[in-house]
């Protein structure tokens, strides 16, 4: 691979060397493997192909260059410690050529035209020299910080009136603001539809309003790009930022409703496994950090896309408010035939059908529109029942807490347990029905061939060892030799109804 790529560094238009790298499938794996995420791909070329400390003996990181030339030093020399010692270096190694004859010589002549001229050996031993010396340590001495800050303030000016011609307005105040620079964030707002966000000032890069102008990058897959059509032909007057960096930096969001709050994450299987290094707490993690920052993230993995659309379609047009509405009140409660069940359960519920002893439906004449499923508690003894689906068809206002409640009448539990995929619900559903938080679960995982997910109770390493193609002693080794690979989940918020 790496010969490779150096051929096409030698012989490719240095402009379209990335271009290149990133089309070719094979290419671009090993890229992604052998480096760090960053902003800039050629970056990740280089770091794969050389593995270079990109952090100095100083503890400061240092500026990519190109795939060329590689990285240089974090500043000028009169920042940089090691530009300042790379330039005493070069002067030293110029002197070091002269012999000591031509040193003494050229000394020699310095002296002797200062002291025609002068009257001194060195110039700064004139009156004059002394005079303005004096005047700038006296101007400065209780304003040493005072041009740094005029030219900061100077600058910011600039880039304000510079960014208003572009219809950007630059929120972030002159006080934060510590010049331009690809490491560091600025707030932003857009003149013509008042959406803020944040991003880099660096080599001449202009803010630009993803929600005016919408972009598709490259590397964005094709059924993410699905996702996002879908998204926009439900909900036309929203805002769609597409690969947003800025909210929870570094990690990107693949999809933006800014307005809502909401933002949606399409995980291929190959990409989002352990095989390209993602831990099972990643997914997790991601949701962590976008809920801290006011945003609800949907995560919708690969394979419920490709053979689920009509269910996702459904989930995301229900959570942006725009599927039908249908009413409790106005609706039969009718218990519901296990095959009947499963058949609604496997079209409308994204984890399918799951064995129940008890069903209820909310029906509109014949046309069950909603469905809740009961059981005995499959994971917490402490618990005499288990809520274990509920779906429905559109919206059902009411739908949940009016099912809920009849089951509470008919049977008089003493507790009930159920549990929220993260993925895809808040637990709000919960609350509204009684229920009370108890815990947030660790998050968990499946296994993947990057075709579909399975449970991971299917492959656990007791399984694993009776199957004669598995090598390896933990369960990960072994369904390693099997070509699966770990995928994390963001785990289940736990809620229980206890009888009063």
Known sequence: M???????????????????????????????????????????????LYNENIVCKHG??????????????????????????????SVSKSKAKFSESKKQQIN?????TNLRKYGVINVGQTETAKTKHKQHYLKNKKHTQKPTLTLLEHSYN?????????GIDLLTPVTEYSGVSNQRYYDFACQNCGLEFQT???NGHIPVCKACNPTVPSYSSKAEQEVADFIKSISLSTHIIRNDKSIINPYELDIVLPELKIAVE??????????????????????????????????IFEDEW???????????????????????????????????????LESTHIQGYAGSSINFGLYNGDELLAIMTFGKSRYNKNYQYEIIRYS???????????????????????????????????????????????????????????????????????????????????EQELAKSLGLYQIGDCGNSVYAWHKV
């Open 306 to 344: 490709i053979y689920k659309k009509d269910i996702v379609k459904s989930r995301l047009a229900n959570i942006l408010d725009k599927s039908t509405r249908y009413y409790a009140r106005q609706l039969t409660i009718k218990q519901v035939a296990t095959d009947v069940s499963r058949i609604f």
């Open 158 to 166: 600039k880039l304000a009136h510079k960014l208003d011609q572009f």
């Open 2 to 48: 790496k010969e490779q790529i150096l051929e096409i560094i030698n012989t490719v238009n240095s402009r379209r060397v990335s271009q290149t790298i990133a089309k070719d499938c094979k290419l671009y794996k090993w890229v992604v493997q052998n480096s760090q995420e960053s902003t800039n791909f050629s970056q990740r070329i280089y770091d794969a």
């Open 108 to 112: 020699a002549k310095r002296v002797s």
């Open 200 to 202: 880099y000032l660096d």
């Open 266 to 299: 399409y995980c291929g299987l190959y990409w989002h496994s352990s095989v390209q290094g993602k831990n099972i707490d990643y997914h997790y993690n991601k949701m962590k950090l976008a809920n801290n920052k006011g945003y609800r993230l949907i995560t």
């Open 392 to 474: 429905s068809k559109n919206t059902v206002v009411g739908g949940a807490s009016k099912l809920f409640t009849h089951f509470i009448r008919t049977y008089e539990p003493e507790s009930v347990i159920s549990y929220c995929d993260m993925r895809w619900g808040t637990g709000a559903m919960y609350e509204k029905i009684g229920m009370t938080f108890i815990k947030q679960t660790a998050q968990g995982y499946s296994y993947t061939d990057f075709v579909k997910r399975y449970h991971r109770s299917t492959f656990t390493k007791s399984r694993l060892l009776k199957n004669t193609l598995a090598s390896g002693e933990t």
């Open 60 to 89: 400061n990181s240092k500026k990519f260059k190109s795939i060329t030339e590689g990285y240089s030093f974090c500043g000028r020399s009169n920042q940089c410690m090691c530009a300042q010692e790379s330039v005493s270096k």
